[in-house]
């Protein structure tokens, strides 16, 4: 590391050790937002379907190219014109979301339903997932099928026995997605253009994925032509995931590939071990998260995160920055070091007003 990123380093662990109080990012309160609840006083079963077909109709390029990506979201509701709700396509699927505390109105369901039908075809497989608050007791239920036939798993899934389980293509990558077991599917389709980018981005490099999830970034690298990926994540079923994601694209992984360790004990020993990297993504989550001794905050951490990242790059690395890793001081520093670069977001997640880009990228001087 230069000279120059040693400074920013210490100056950053300087903040940190004084506690000057200011968060640098804010964490995501899905309660607190009330853009990402239903509003059964606006959204009726016209305004939704309305805001459905005007949202459908954005995305013809999309359907248009569905043989070579078929994960995509199909209506974000918070912006386009129905809160409360996303819509996403994945493979010959549609999953519903539903953010309302009473859960989703049987009548409302229905009529996305028909219009899914209408559109993709009478047997279409339509899941729906009821999202009732953060902290609520209801909020881990899974989601269940609504509409269509049973899906017919694909023969090279080691977890194809679950229920709603489906591979997707993504430009050639394939992911296991699971539309009924767990809150997320494992595949975050607004991450799809920092996937490909990391995937033209890793010839040649070693990349470390850090809060690795099911290892889609790390695919992305490895199909990329990286030299080595290393994955780590704390959470046992998402290294597991990750390492199904890996035999889905026929890449071979060992016991160093997907890594099972709190991200800053891996930071604390990596550094220790005088290792560097090429290229490391972090991916932290948006709010905070329970932990054996004290989880991950994204107010208290993510500067800290950012640091410890910059004492691990080698010369000519690049660090990508998702969502919650992003904030105006994480900004500024990272100008003393390199240059960042937004990356652009698809049709599927429009560029709003006061909605800020999914992932930035800091390449290093």
Not at 280 to 292: C, S
Request: proline share 5%; charged share 30%; with cysteine.
């Amino acid at each position: 590391m230069s000279s120059r990123a040693t400074q920013a380093v210490r100056a950053v662990m300087r903040q940190d050790v004084a506690g000057s109080g200011n968060a640098p990012c804010a964490a995501l309160d899905l309660n607190r937002d009330p853009a990402m609840w239903m509003d059964e006083d606006i959204v009726d079963r016209g305004r939704l379907v309305e805001s459905m077909a005007k949202a459908w109709a954005r995305r013809s390029a999309l359907h248009a190219a569905v043989d070579r990506c078929d994960a995509y979201r199909l209506m974000d509701g918070r912006h386009e014109g129905a809160p409360g709700w996303t819509v996403d396509r994945y493979g010959p699927c549609v999953l519903v979301q539903c953010f309302g505390r009473g859960g989703a109105p049987e009548e409302l369901v229905t009529a996305l339903v028909e219009l899914f039908q209408e559109r993709l075809g009478a047997d279409t497989p339509v899941f729906l997932k009821e999202r009732f608050g953060v902290g609520s007791a209801r909020e881990r239920e899974d989601g269940r099928q609504v509409a269509g036939p049973a899906l017919v798993p694909a023969g090279d899934d080691s977890m194809g026995h679950r229920p709603g389980r489906l591979v997707v293509n993504e430009h050639g990558l394939r992911f296991g997605v699971d539309l009924s077991y767990g809150q997320n599917t494992g595949l975050f389709a607004d991450a799809r253009s920092a996937r490909a980018w990391v995937r033209a981005n890793s010839q040649g490099r070693r990349i470390l994925n850090l809060f690795s999830y099911t290892g889609a970034f790390g695919v992305a690298a490895s199909c990329g032509g990286a030299r080595s990926v290393t994955n780590v994540d704390r959470v046992r079923s998402a290294i597991e995931r990750g390492r199904v994601n890996y035999s889905l694209n026929q890449l071979e992984s060992d016991s160093r590939t997907h890594l099972r360790s709190d991200v800053f004990d891996y930071l604390r020993r990596s550094t220790r071990r005088d290792e560097s990297w090429d290229g490391i993504i972090l991916d932290p989550p948006p709010r905070p998260t329970p932990g054996r001794r004290r989880g991950f905050d994204p107010r208290r951490d993510t500067e800290k995160l950012f640091a410890r990242a910059l004492e691990l790059c080698g010369d000519g690395a690049w660090v990508l920055g998702m969502a919650a890793i992003q904030s105006p001081s994480l900004f500024d520093l990272g100008e003393q070091i390199g240059e960042w670069e937004r990356l652009p977001t698809e049709a599927d997640f429009p560029v709003v007003e006061g909605r800020g880009r999914r992932a930035a990228v800091l390449q290093l001087r």
